[in-house]
C-alpha cells in the first residue's frame, strides 16, 4: 500500500479535518504545550494487524495542517521487525510505540485508532474464512460493498488477511449480472454485444442462477462463471457439468455464504468465493492506545 498516494492522503487529511484534531479544546487547554509522551499501541485481542502505515502518516499531515510548534517536532513511531501488516497478534501485544509530542498524540488518537480498528477487523475476518477453506482449491475474493472512499483501503485489508481481490470498480471487468440481461434483451443478446465490443484483455463473466442460464452462457462465449445465490449442492452440480463435458472456464460462488457454510462451496470444485461480509461486516478489531508522558 502507498500510504504517500494523493487518494490516501486525501482520505487521512479528511479524517483530521472532520475530528477538528488541530482545534482539541480539551487538551489545549490543560496539556503543556511542551510536554512529550510515549503511546503504545495495544492488540486486545487476537487480530490480523492492518494499517500501521498509516500511523505515521497521520502525524506527518496533521505537522502540515497545524503550524504550531507543537505539530512541527520530531516523532518517531517503533515497531518490532516481526510487526507489520498481515501479521497475526495475540492479545496484549504492543503493535508500535510513537514517541511525540503529548498534545499531538491526544488530539491524532481517535483517528488513529479508528483506521486501525477498522482495517484490522477487516483482515482478522478475512483470515478467518481464508482458514475455513484451508486445504482446498478455492480461494476467498472480496466485493465492491465497501464504505464509499475506502474501498482501496478495505481492499488492501483483504489481502493482509489472505484473501484475494475482485475487480477494483466497474471499470475493472465485465460482469453481466441478472438486471443487465433483463434490461438488455436477454442472455444471448447482451454477451453478443460484450464481445463485440470490449477492450482488449477485458474478461466477460456472467452470473448464472440454475444449469441452463450455465448452459446458454458457456454457449453464448463467456469465459468466467459466477454461480449466483445457488447452494452448494447445486454449485458441485454445475461444476460437475462444466467437468464433465470439458468446457472448464473459472467458476466463482456469491451469495449467501457465512463462515459456516463456506467450506461446503469450496469442496463443490469453485475456483473463487465472494464474500460481501469481509467489507461490509467485519467488526473492529479490539485495538487500544495507552499514553505515558516521557520522563526526562
Not at 487547554?29 to 500501521?52: F, H, Q, T
Not at 482478522?124 to 464504505?147: E, F, Q, W
Not at 460462488?253 to 468465493?273: C, H, M, P, Q, T
Request: a neutral charge.
Amino acid at each position: 500500500m502507498d500510504w504517500k498516494s494523493s487518494r490516501i492522503d486525501a482520505l487521512l487529511e479528511q479524517a483530521l479535518v472532520e475530528d477538528q484534531a488541530m482545534s482539541d479544546s480539551t487538551t489545549n487547554l490543560i496539556i503543556d504545550p511542551n510536554l512529550r509522551a510515549a503511546a503504545s499501541i495495544v492488540a486486545r485481542e487476537e487480530l490480523v494487524i492492518c494499517g500501521l502505515g498509516a500511523v505515521p502518516r497521520f502525524l506527518e499531515i496533521f505537522a502540515r495542517l497545524d503550524l504550531r510548534p507543537q505539530a512541527q517536532t520530531r516523532f518517531e513511531v517503533i515497531s518490532h521487525p516481526e510487526i507489520f501488516d498481515g501479521v497475526r497478534v495475540r492479545a496484549g501485544q504492543v503493535l508500535a510505540v510513537i514517541r511525540h509530542n503529548a498534545r499531538v498524540l491526544l488530539s491524532c488518537e481517535r483517528v488513529i485508532l479508528n483506521l486501525l480498528q477498522h482495517l484490522s477487523g477487516i483482515a482478522t475476518l478475512t483470515r478467518h474464512y481464508v482458514d475455513s477453506i484451508s486445504g482446498t482449491r478455492a480461494h476467498v475474493l472480496d466485493t465492491r460493498k465497501t464504505v464509499p472512499g475506502m474501498r482501496a483501503l478495505e481492499k488492501y485489508a483483504v489481502l493482509c488477511g489472505g484473501g484475494t481481490n475482485h475487480r477494483l470498480d466497474l471499470a475493472s471487468g465485465i460482469l453481466i449480472k441478472n438486471n443487465h440481461i433483463s434490461l438488455g434483451g436477454g442472455l444471448p443478446a447482451v454477451l453478443v454485444r460484450a464481445i463485440e465490443r470490449r477492450k482488449p484483455g477485458q474478461r466477460i463473466e456472467v452470473e448464472v442462477r440454475n444449469e441452463r442460464e450455465l448452459e446458454e452462457s458457456l454457449a453464448g462465449g463467456a469465459e468466467a462463471i459466477l454461480l449466483g445465490d445457488m447452494e452448494p449442492r447445486q454449485a458441485k452440480n454445475c461444476v460437475e457439468r462444466m467437468k464433465k463435458e470439458q468446457r472448464w472456464i473459472p467458476v466463482e460462488a456469491s451469495g449467501g455464504i457465512v463462515l459456516e457454510n463456506i467450506r461446503e462451496y469450496a469442496k463443490a470444485g469453485v475456483d473463487f468465493i465472494s464474500v460481501g461480509a469481509l467489507t461490509q461486516s467485519a467488526k473492529a478489531a479490539d485495538i487500544s492506545m495507552s499514553i505515558d508522558a516521557e520522563t526526562r
